[in-house]
């Protein structure tokens, strides 16, 4: 931080105990053990929750780095610092996301959420947003782990398995800007692809095809062969949509977790990509997250679009990408490895009404 002038008053804390404040607190508290508090000044108001709630976790979040630089400058916090219930604190913005993480891996009941009395008065909204923020980390910090849990072991069997051919086949990385300044279309199984095979099939000699997925079936279907068939889901399904020959025949990038069988089918040139999840490869072939090019995604086209940018794409295309049922169909015609009852029924029981999103060349 910069050496700025310390000897500025910048307190509001008072050193007298706090009785309404924690009157307030003590109202909020409920059954909850795990307290997030919104403020540190100079650790006052923190040593009082400490004392009077001995069976509670805090985690402390100070939004200003140089108000909590002049704290432990003026005063000796050590045993503050030091207390066991004091679980986690994060200064600054660079830190919150570290303290969701925390936060969410530690609470298995609801949340108490309260904030000194400076922030009360200041900053209520800077408030609500940081609230809002930990709420949306926490929702996905949930689907993570839900996923996670659902797939660990096909995952890393996937990984295990992949071991062989990671070692005899190039990596995304070695390609880095191989086809600088190209035109990329990315396909997906949306069903407005119907709508772009004639397109696809003009712009072919000029653009690179990447099928994502369970695309690779329509494209084939229609006598569309993609330049670069993509795969990154790790469930036995994809046997179906790599059944015939036809879609094993153009080369192949395929993810450490996508499901092995698929890659050890395609006899024709094949890239592979470790993902910065994996740190089953990376430990086995002494990578670093930082030698990686490739994120985790929630779908497959996340991962493609990923593959066009390091290959040098100037542009990326969406063919087949819908945000909604267009027509309330699920899957463009000729992806056909789920029952049509399978997908008339999520198509059904979908929770939420939206404009028809229908992705178009």
């Known amino acids: 931080m910069p050496n700025n002038d310390l000897s500025i008053p910048l307190f509001t804390e008072s050193f007298e105990r706090d009785i309404a404040w924690l009157n307030a607190v003590d109202g909020s508290i409920g059954n909850g053990k795990i307290i997030f508090v919104y403020g540190f000044e100079r650790g006052l108001s923190i040593a009082d929750l400490l004392e009077l709630y001995p069976n509670h976790w805090l985690f402390v979040y100070e939004p200003d780095e140089q108000l909590f630089r002049k704290a432990v400058t003026d005063y000796d916090l050590s045993l503050l610092l030091g207390h066991p219930n004091l ?3 994060a200064v600054g913005d660079s830190q919150l996301d570290m303290m969701f993480h925390m936060l969410s891996s530690y609470m298995m009941e609801d949340l108490v959420f309260i904030a000194l009395r400076k922030y009360l008065t200041d900053d ?3 408030l609500r947003e940081v609230k809002g923020k930990f709420q949306e980390y926490r929702q996905n910090f949930m689907i993570d782990k839900h996923t996670e849990h659902r797939f660990r072991e096909e995952w890393t069997r996937n990984f295990l398995y992949h071991l062989s051919d990671v070692l005899y086949t190039p990596s995304i990385e070695r390609l880095f800007h191989a086809f600088e300044g190209a035109t990329v279309i990315v396909v997906s199984s949306g069903p407005s692809l119907q709508e772009d095979i004639e397109c696809l099939k003009k712009l072919r000699p000029h653009v690179l095809i990447i099928s994502a997925g369970s695309s690779i079936q329509a ?7 993609p330049h670069l068939a993509v795969i990154m889901d790790g469930h036995p399904v994809n046997k179906k949509i790599f059944a015939s020959s036809a879609t094993r025949e153009q080369p192949l990038l395929f993810t450490s977790s996508s499901y092995y069988e698929i890659s050890d089918q395609n006899s024709t ?6 993902m910065k999840s994996d740190a089953v490869s990376q430990y086995f072939l002494e990578l670093s997250k930082e030698e990686l090019f490739i994120s985790p995604t929630e779908t497959v086209a996340g991962t493609t679009i990923q593959v066009a940018a390091c290959l040098g794409a100037k542009r990326i295309i969406l063919a087949g990408q819908d945000l909604s049922y267009p027509d309330n169909k699920f899957y463009a015609d000729g992806i056909e490895h789920f029952a049509a ?5 999520k198509v059904q029981e979908a929770l939420k009404k939206s404009a028809k999103c229908k992705g178009d060349i």
């Open 219 to 225: 494209l084939i279907k229609h006598g569309i062969q």
């Open 124 to 126: 209520m909204s800077m």
């Open 269 to 274: 040139e094949k890239i592979h990509s470790i």
């Open 87 to 89: 679980y986690w604190l």
């Open 341 to 345: 009852e399978t997908t008339n029924k």
